[in-house]
């Protein structure tokens, strides 16, 4: 695949999407929602080894809310997180293939819902249109490996380099890539030592696969260790393989803010993906209940998040397949738009 067909992949989607497609909602704190325990290093991962159901039950949560592009448990996933819980290399592998499995899965079984099911809106809110689905591989940073909270610091201390971060990854994207998702979404990406290295890896490893690459902020104008959002954002438009940038796990209040900055550089389509506004208790490894925003105050901004370019709009921590759903139906070209055969 070269990089013309690369970019097709997101203007076709985005063209069946009527302009703005729908991405899927959070996953981890979903899974936590119907009972999972992830407190372990693994986090979601954990779920790819004891609840793989569960993973795929989230997954079709998200499609029949209108999610056009799902995202697999593997942000948390690595080779070295499993060998560290006793996991053969081989076996590591396996988990990340897994984690594509589960969610084209869903995908397969979403389609045939739809064929067995009145298509369209069906009364219970259920989206059963077919269209295209994309599945993303997650890749989440060395800092959601590390699960202290240094994703959202960005801090990996002085000693880290570009040549220790492509190392800790490039097995890992390999993998994933070669399990067959569509695309690779580099999320919650917290500095720009790492957007670099992410970018280079692509490019020394000749991966023909797109990706997406979404920055996470703190302060509605830097990414999170203070990196300047728009040298990340200019990384991520250089890179050959990437077909969207944007933001992710950020609370909705900074988004405008942050999407404007982004359009200085960025002539890709631009993702915006964040979370449900609360704040994060890292000492409790907990997220404060209460603290965000309702689906409304959300839903309220998303198209005025499109005026300013965005054109993938999800979200991502303590968002459920109802904000997904209240996504959907206040895009304005959503419900008129036929369903793709
Ligand atoms: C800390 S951001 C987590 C992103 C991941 N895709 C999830 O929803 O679980
Ligand atoms: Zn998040």
Not at 136 to 154: I, N, P, Q, R, T
Not at 167 to 180: I, K, P, S
Not at 296 to 310: I, L, M, P, R
């Amino acid at each position: 695949m070269g990089s013309v067909e690369t970019s097709s992949l997101m203007r076709d989607l985005l063209k069946q999407a009527g302009g703005v497609a729908v991405v899927d909602g959070g996953l981890a704190t979903e899974l936590e929602r119907h009972g999972a325990d992830l407190n372990d290093p693994l986090w979601s991962a954990k779920c790819i080894l004891t609840s793989p159901h569960l993973i795929r039950t989230v997954h079709l949560d998200y499609l029949e809310a209108g999610a056009d592009i799902i995202i697999t448990a593997s942000y948390q996933a690595t080779i070295q997180g499993f060998e560290a819980k006793g996991f053969s290399t081989e076996e590591s592998e396996d988990l990340l293939r897994k984690s594509v499995e589960i969610a084209r899965e869903a995908r397969d079984i979403y389609y045939d819902r739809c064929t067995e099911g009145a298509s369209g809106d069906s009364g219970n809110g259920r989206i059963l249109k077919r269209r295209k689905i994309l599945v993303a591989a997650s890749v989440g940073s060395y800092g959601a490996y590390l699960a202290d909270g240094s994703e959202y610091s960005g801090d990996y201390g002085e000693a880290m380099t570009l040549g220790t971060l492509k190392d800790f990854h490039r097995r890992r994207v390999r993998v994933l890539a070669e399990a067959g998702p569509d695309l690779l979404a580099f999320e919650t990406v917290p500095n720009k030592l790492e957007a670099q290295a992410y970018a280079e890896l692509l490019e020394e490893e000749n991966m023909e696969l797109p990706a997406w690459f979404s920055f996470n902020s703190k302060d509605g104008v830097n990414v999170v260790s203070g990196d300047s959002l728009l040298e990340c954002a200019a990384i991520a438009e250089s890179c050959k393989n990437v077909v969207a940038v944007g933001i992710n796990c950020t609370p909705p209040r900074f988004i405008h803010g942050l999407l404007t900055s982004i359009t200085k550089v960025a002539t890709k389509p631009i993702i915006v993906y964040p979370n449900s506004g609360e704040s994060y208790d890292a000492d409790r490894k907990m997220w404060v209940q209460n603290t965000g925003v309702s689906d409304e105050d959300f839903v309220s901004y998303v198209n005025k998040w499109c005026e300013v370019g965005a054109s993938l709009v999800g979200g991502c921590c303590r968002t459920t397949p109802q904000t997904i759903r209240a996504i959907y139906r206040t895009l304005p070209n959503r419900s008129t738009t036929p369903p793709e055969q």
